[in-house]
């Protein structure tokens, strides 16, 4: 079965169900989110997908066929999603989106969970919290961005998500012990 097959025309009566949550849908149909891999339930609090993104179901089963993954918030099958397969949805979202504004209440809607237990099993998980290891994303992003390119430090900073040039030098020293310009500078030199 081929995904198109597999899921059905979004209708307008349930997109009025998944923006209002409405509980009297579940169980009548499960709807996707191409962009998180994730699928819910009508009545799941989670914040309200782009519309062209989701996509129909009328059994969970059909959804995890097509590598969807439950939501941790609404459980559609009734089970939790391992933590392993949580934090790797997590990862994945903060590796693409690293350059957004991207806060712990963000995280949480885009992953289907509440705050409190999005930081507590990623840390568990990764032994690092949400922040820090979006931080050492965007860091590392900057470098390549410094040895790949002629942009300016404060456009590689907003490139990368820090909107202030200052904050961005500042969290690029506290992290590698120099400034963005000196590591230009010094990987130009190491080149010669």
Known sequence: ????????FLTDEQWQAIIHNDAS???TFFYAVKSTGIFCRPSCKSKVP???????????QQAI??????????????ERLPDKEWVAVMTEYMDKNYGKSLSLNNLADECHGSPY?????FKKMMHMTPAEYLM???????KQYLLGTGMSVSDIGVTVGF???????????KKTGITPAEYRRQSYEDQE
């Open 1 to 8: 079965m081929t995904r198109t097959q597999a899921s059905e």
């Open 25 to 27: 849908y579940d169980d």
């Open 50 to 60: 782009n519309r062209d993104n989701v996509r129909i179901f009328r059994e969970a």
């Open 65 to 78: 066929r097509e590598e969807y993954r439950p939501c941790k918030r609404c459980k559609p099958t009734g």
């Open 117 to 121: 237990h999005l930081h507590r099993t």
């Open 136 to 142: 050492n994303i965007r860091i590392g992003k900057a």
């Open 163 to 173: 909107p202030h040039a200052s904050y961005f030098i500042a969290q690029f020293k």
